[in-house]
């Protein structure tokens, strides 16, 4: 099991950017494939972006394709989540997830599909 801590979210303008961390501690981080998630009021958890144990492969929603990258540091144990031309429809509390895969290049979607989850970061952007 790892433990996983949000951190980065807050209020932002339109067209703004914001980087979200995800900090992992309790095994090897370089074991995991990684994934983001998100929610706005009144909706579902959706998936953002995934990123594989290898990191060397990557996904993204349609909505945020282009405008997000996900990338990991295994020296500090964190995953991020660069968001750049933010939109109001962004707005959403933002989950990092986690699971152990001996794939080094498959991605996960599903919520279900994760093991670990950080307790989410508020996003909130203004128009």
């Known amino acids: 099991q790892v433990q996983l801590v949000e951190s980065g979210g807050g209020l932002v303008q339109a067209g703004g950017s914001r980087r979200l961390s995800c900090a992992a501690s309790?095994?090897?981080?370089?074991?995991?494939?990684m994934g983001w998630f998100r929610q706005a009021p009144g909706k579902e958890r959706e998936f953002v972006a995934a990123?594989?144990?290898?990191?060397?492969?990557?996904d993204y929603a349609d909505s945020v394709k282009g405008r997000f990258t996900i990338s990991g540091d295994n020296a500090k144990n964190t995953v991020y989540l660069q968001m750049n031309n933010l939109k109001p429809e962004d707005t959403a509390v933002y989950y990092c997830a986690a699971r152990v895969t001996y794939f080094s290049a498959t991605l996960y979607y599903r919520e279900s599909e994760y093991t670990d989850w950080g307790q989410g970061t508020q996003v909130t952007v203004s128009s």
């Open positions: 990123s594989s144990q290898s990191g060397g492969t990557t």
């Open positions: 309790g095994r090897t981080f370089s074991a995991y494939a």
